[in-house]
């Protein structure tokens, strides 16, 4: 037994070694408790966390909403919306108890009673329990009541409190446009410091995206052919077979793009292309992001046309369903300019991917579902046997599987077999479902958590963002004055073929 | 989810013979559709008493999600010459009626004699998946079966309450971690204790109170002496203490470990009231006057602090992993490696094999 004894200053003795590290008693304090997000996913992942033993030794939620109503009313929403959504059965024992230390502040966001409620609460927990709690606010609630909250936070003073840590976590979209992100950013920060502050992409949550950094950064068998010198051309793409549902009020505001290309697809491409950081804290990854976000020139708005085209789903069938066209949803505008389908051509102008083109390309109503980015080699420079007779030598791709089938597939020029040398491609593929027992965590239980824990490796900085939306912003810019016509595709279909004019010759879009 | 599976058996085998049954089963199911993938993560070889096969049948299938992707029992029955066998392959019935991709696994039950025991790993060798970690589990003893098969195994998965003498099972423990990598399912009995305790103490106005810990409890389910005696090896090696040896009647030890400002007294008491195996309660003392209370109770873990101010009581919330859930939790250690397991069993082999 040689550990030395305990100092206040040291790290806990008694974490070193647990697969799970303590997390401070914390109060959770959810705006818009009530709403969708919270009912669906964050009260199924804090049941999943209690269930899990996951949560803090010392934890208490409040729910805040504008609809008033009393503490047992807010438990019994909960407890639906638990039974509803988690991803487990839940235990009653453990919901009881979890639910036994729920409360609930009604209230307008800009009232201020609603506020002091809050404080009145947090400083019952802290004597009660004889500690003072750490505090995470999470932003629940439509982006416009994202600056009014953190304000009141800071001007009720609930923005710090000695002894604890003070966290503000805050839901995407941070803004609609470069200036809106700059502005959220700038109130936000001129209450809370940066460090307090976790924007969510949930993205960043789920475990097949952090697997990107692991088989970049654990297996040198990638990295010396990780750039210019041996990558032809890259494609990211996030196709979705559904159509959107009851969201026009969100979706026809927001579109393709500002829906998953400036926030998730950039943060995959950030993820692909960025150098290996010197540690793999939260700043040192983000560093390394940012940079790569930066070596993105933002395009021209009067020359949007030439890396971009945007489309809208007409009528079609997915499946063996005959589904409407976008313009015919329901709260579309009949002459909505909204796309549901975004195809890019960026450039990140780096020494490692100067001149490799990076397409990204997202829809609604497409074939299918999937989530993958595909690498593609540039060809062998010389081959030194005929291969008549055979498809022939393809050049190798790297395709990274984010869903729906988690995996990494990777496509090798083999010899068919018999008397002649015929080549034709063929895939080796690992499946993550196969290799591993565990089954994935919810992507908000592990955010909550890092919230939390005050990790913030998996969410998003104000430069980031900001770095995000100035590529975004110019596109938006050149659509919004009229570059570039909305084109249509079939919905069901691999999207419009119009896409097919951003690529370079001889180069074509992976089947969706 | 119910499951659907391809079975073949056959008296008289070998393992040769088996070795084709599965690829063929293999070949026949990927027959049935595209999406259809053998799950490759490691092998379990478990033996276990022929008359009690069924049990540990249901055990494994218990797991869930933690299955082994190629389980091989070997059910032992006394007098036995040859061998039968039958296996299966299974995946999950929705993912193949969804289209999905069906991740299966692999399960092979061979029935053999005892006389089969000393050279068991040339029956299992071709039957498990090469390059994939291979993990033997004997819950019913026969410690020569574990001997051969630790050629080829790298893990062995043991569960020390199970044994007749904690000591014997520490001992068992302590030999086996010389040849092999030991996950000790009375150790994760212990996982949500040392959690907890962990984190009582992390917020730093309590830290300081590690260091003038005067005394430590565990409660255990009276035949969960070894995972007791491990968890207060545990502590005692975190916090630098000199373990002194545990005395007493089996049911309830006491001792004492050396700290650098004191000692601590050492409690182990048993708990007739506790149904399960493993630990129902701690208690921690501090010269300062602080007392920490864990039980079990509804819910999770009940808490209670004493102080000299007063007393608070709170709910650790947590679900209880059951007996299925702790077995799961063995197999998916199989994958990690827990550096706190050695020196706690080491600390704990200090205490009560003295």
């Known amino acids: 037994m040689t550990v030395a004894p305990p100092r206040t200053d040291q790290a806990n003795p008694l974490a070193e070694g647990l697969e799970r590290q303590p997390i401070r008693p914390t109060i959770l304090t959810v705006f818009g408790a009530t709403g969708d997000l919270s009912r669906r996913k964050l009260l199924p992942a804090i049941y999943n966390l209690a269930h899990e033993g996951a949560l803090p030794e010392r934890f208490h939620l409040v729910g805040c909403s504008r609809s008033d109503m009393p503490h047992g009313d807010f438990r019994e929403m909960a407890r639906n919306a638990i039974e509803e959504f988690s991803r487990r059965k839940p235990d009653e024992k453990v919901l009881s108890k979890l639910l036994e230390d729920m409360r609930f502040v009604g209230g307008n966001f800009a009232d201020d009673s609603a506020y002091d409620k809050i404080a009145e609460l947090h400083g019952e927990f802290d004597e009660q329990a004889g500690i003072v709690f750490n505090r995470v606010f999470y932003l629940s609630t439509a982006p416009t009541f994202f600056p009014l909250i953190v304000e009141k936070l800071g001007e009720h003073e609930l923005d710090s409190h000695e002894g604890a840590d003070v966290r503000v976590v805050i839901e995407k979209p941070i803004g609609t446009n470069l200036a809106e992100a700059r502005e959220l950013n700038q109130r936000v920060l001129a209450v809370l410091d940066e460090s307090q502050v976790f924007r969510i992409d949930h993205y960043l949550g789920k475990e097949t995206v952090q697997n990107i950094l692991a088989l970049r950064f654990a297996n040198e068998l990638f990295e010396p052919i990780w750039n210019r010198n041996y990558v032809d051309y890259v494609q990211i793409t996030a196709a979705e077979s559904v159509g959107i549902g009851s969201r026009a009020g969100y979706y026809d505001g927001a579109g393709a793009l500002r829906d998953l290309v400036q926030n998730h697809m950039l943060q995959l491409l950030a993820l692909l292309c960025m150098e290996p950081p010197v540690s793999f804290s939260a700043d040192a990854i983000r560093d390394e992001k940012v940079k790569v976000l930066h070596a993105i020139h933002p395009p021209d708005p009067e020359r949007v046309e030439e890396m971009a085209l945007r489309a809208r789903y007409a009528e079609g069938v997915v499946g063996d369903e005959e589904v409407r066209g976008y313009l015919d949803e329901d709260g579309v505008a009949p002459d909505s300019q909204t796309p549901t389908y975004a195809a890019l051509r960026l450039e990140v102008d780096n020494w490692r991917w100067a001149g490799v083109p990076i397409y990204l390309r997202t829809g609604k109503r497409l074939a299918r579902k999937v989530t993958e980015i595909a690498i593609t080699l540039k060809p062998v420079p010389h081959l030194a046997f005929d291969h008549e007779g055979s498809v022939g030598v393809q050049p190798n791709q790297i395709v990274l599987a984010v869903e729906p089938n988690e995996g990494v597939t990777i496509s090798l020029g083999a010899k068919i077999p018999g008397s002649r040398m015929r080549i034709r491609p063929v895939n080796m593929e690992f499946l993550y479902g196969t290799a591993f027992l565990s089954e994935s965590p919810e992507a908000y239980e592990r955010l909550i958590t890092d919230a939390m824990r005050g990790d913030a490796t998996l969410f998003t900085r104000d430069d980031e963002v900001e770095a995000q939306w100035t590529i975004v912003d110019p596109i938006l810019a050149g659509w919004d004055a009229g570059r570039g016509p909305v084109a249509e595709y079939e919905a069901g279909t691999s999207g419009p073929a119009e896409a097919d004019t951003l690529l370079r010759p001889g180069e074509r879009w992976r089947a969706i | ?354």
């Open chain 2, 1 to 354: 989810m119910s499951e659907s599976a391809a079975v073949w058996s056959e008296r008289g085998t070998t393992p040769a013979k088996i070795d084709a049954a599965l690829r063929e089963l293999l070949k026949e199911r990927r027959a049935h559709g595209e999406r259809y993938a053998p799950a490759r993560v490691l092998n379990l070889v478990v033996v276990a008493d022929r008359d009690w096969q069924g049990e540990i049948l249901n055990r494994l299938e218990g797991v869930g999600r933690y299955h082994a992707s190629r389980t091989i029992v070997c059910a032992v029955e006394d007098g036995r010459d040859e061998i039968d066998a039958w296996a299966s392959m299974e995946a999950e019935e929705d993912d193949i009626v969804a289209g999905r991709l069906a991740v299966a696994h692999e399960d092979v039950v061979l029935e053999l004699g005892t006389q089969h025991l000393e050279h068991l790993d040339r029956i299992v060798d071709p039957l498990v998946v090469t390059d994939l970690p291979t993990v033997v589990w004997s819950p019913h003893g026969h410690p020569e079966a574990v001997d051969a098969l630790l050629g080829l195994a790298q893990v062995v998965l043991i569960d020390s309450v199970t044994e007749p003498s904690a000591r014997g099972a520490l001992d068992r423990a302590a030999s086996l971690a010389e040849q092999a990598y030991v996950v000790d399912l009375a150790w994760l009995r212990s996982t949500p204790w040392r959690e907890r305790v962990a984190s009582t103490f992390d917020p730093p106005q309590w830290r300081p109170e590690l260091a003038c810990i005067s005394g430590f409890t565990v409660r255990y389910c009276p035949d969960s002496e070894a995972a007791a005696a491990l968890l207060v090896g545990w502590l005692g090696n975190r916090l630098g203490w000199t373990p002194g040896p545990l005395t007493g009647e089996p049911g309830s030890l006491h001792g004492t470990a050396r700290g650098d400002d004191g000692d601590i007294a050492i409690s182990l008491e048993a708990d007739p009231s506790m149904p399960i195996p493993g630990l129902s309660g701690v208690t921690v003392e501090t010269r300062s006057g602080l007392m920490l209370t864990l039980d079990r109770g509804a819910g999770g873990l009940r808490a209670r602090r004493t102080t000299t101010e007063g007393e608070q009581s709170w709910t650790v919330l947590g679900a209880s992993r059951g007996e299925a859930g702790i077995l799961g939790e063995g197999i998916r250690q199989a994958l990690l490696r827990d550096k706190g397991y050695g020196p706690a069993l080491a600390a704990a082999r200090e205490m009560i094999c003295q």
